[in-house]
Nanobody
């Protein structure tokens, strides 16, 4: 019912931009609460940002002012726009869905995307 596909990672120089996408290809339910996480080599996975279908979003201090989140409801896709990237932003980025909805029906869960590599390097 919830199947996630991530895309958009790549190699960019410092100061560059990337846009990651997280699409629910499953039918019936749509994404509500979700989060973007990242994991750098040798480090723990950390929360980058959260979002819900109302448009509310929160960002970790280390990305505030550089990253934004927006959605395309028709595609059931959440985007992470990353600007002014730094080498320390390098890592594998994951989307995590914590709740979905369909009309007045809601479900909680813990669904993860496959991850997409972001490398910021000159």
């Amino acid at each position: 019912q919830v199947q996630l596909v991530e895309s958009g990672g790549g190699l960019v120089p410092p100061g560059g931009s990337l846009r990651l996408s997280c699409t629910n290809t499953g039918s019936f339910f749509s994404i509500n609460h979700m989060g973007w996480y990242r994991q750098a080599p040798g480090k723990e996975r950390e929360l980058v940002a959260t979002s819900d279908r109302s448009g509310a979003a929160n960002f970790a201090d280390f990305v505030k002012g550089r990253f934004t989140i927006f959605r395309d409801a028709a595609k059931d896709t959440v985007y992470l726009q990353m600007d002014r990237l730094k080498p320390e932003d390098t890592g594998v980025y994951y989307c995590n869905i914590r709740s979905v909805y369909s009309g007045t029906l809601a479900r909680e869960g813990d669904w993860w995307g496959q991850g997409t590599q972001v490398t910021v390097s000159a």
